[in-house]
């Protein structure tokens, strides 16, 4: 009996870690919708949709957006090594960088440069010294009007866009 109890505890505790989690990425807050995709960003330039499944009750998977300025828009999509506590923690930190790296953002600083965020994040996995640990990563600064998308790599080889005039996905 112990031993379910300690199980049922440990597991009310991995639920509540997975909804702090969720509050890390755009997605709605109402409970019809947190298991879905979800339009959270929808208007006559760019519709912004996200889903988010992991892969156990807590995970390293991330991808965030942050609208910069009427035209400008900033995303992540990030996959950290490893599942569980670990990697969700790397997670964490690796969203509280992009949020403050766009904090105060201008067309003048940091611009539309994506390499120095590529390169703050990096760091941060290397310096804290997470053993067997790395973020695979892809940043990109969307210029809604124009439709250019400017592209930063880190390691996710894989970039889908999805072009609603074909209704294809690429």
């Known amino acids: 009996?112990?031993?379910?109890?300690?199980?049922?505890m440990a597991q009310k505790e991995m639920m509540f870690g997975k909804d702090i989690q969720r509050m890390f990425l755009p997605l709605a807050k109402d409970a019809q919708?947190?298991?879905?995709?979800?339009?959270?960003?929808?208007?006559?330039l760019v519709d912004i949709f996200g889903?988010?499944?992991g892969a156990r009750d807590v995970s390293?998977?991330?991808?965030?957006?942050?609208?910069?300025?009427?035209?400008?828009?900033?995303?992540?999509k990030c996959d950290v090594a490893g599942k569980g506590v670990p990697a969700a923690l790397i997670m964490v930190q690796v969203a509280t960088?992009?949020?403050?790296?766009?904090?105060?953002?201008?067309?003048?600083?940091?611009?539309?440069?994506?390499?120095?965020?590529a390169n703050l994040i990096n760091d941060m996995v290397?310096?804290?010294?997470?053993?067997?640990r790395f973020a695979t990563l892809i940043l990109a600064i969307l210029n809604a009007e124009s439709g250019q998308v400017l592209l930063c790599n880190a390691g996710d080889t894989t970039q889908r866009v999805y072009r609603q005039a074909e209704r294809n996905l690429t």
């Open 1 to 8: 009996t112990r031993g379910l109890v300690k199980a049922a």
């Open 97 to 117: 960088i992009f949020a403050t790296y766009f904090r105060n953002w201008t067309l003048q600083s940091p611009g539309l440069k994506l390499e120095p965020l």
């Open 33 to 44: 919708n947190r298991m879905g995709s979800t339009a959270v960003v929808q208007n006559e």
């Open 126 to 132: 290397e310096e804290r010294g997470f053993p067997g």
């Open 51 to 53: 889903y988010y499944e």
């Open 60 to 76: 390293g998977d991330f991808f965030d957006f942050k609208q910069l300025s009427d035209k400008y828009y900033a995303m992540i």
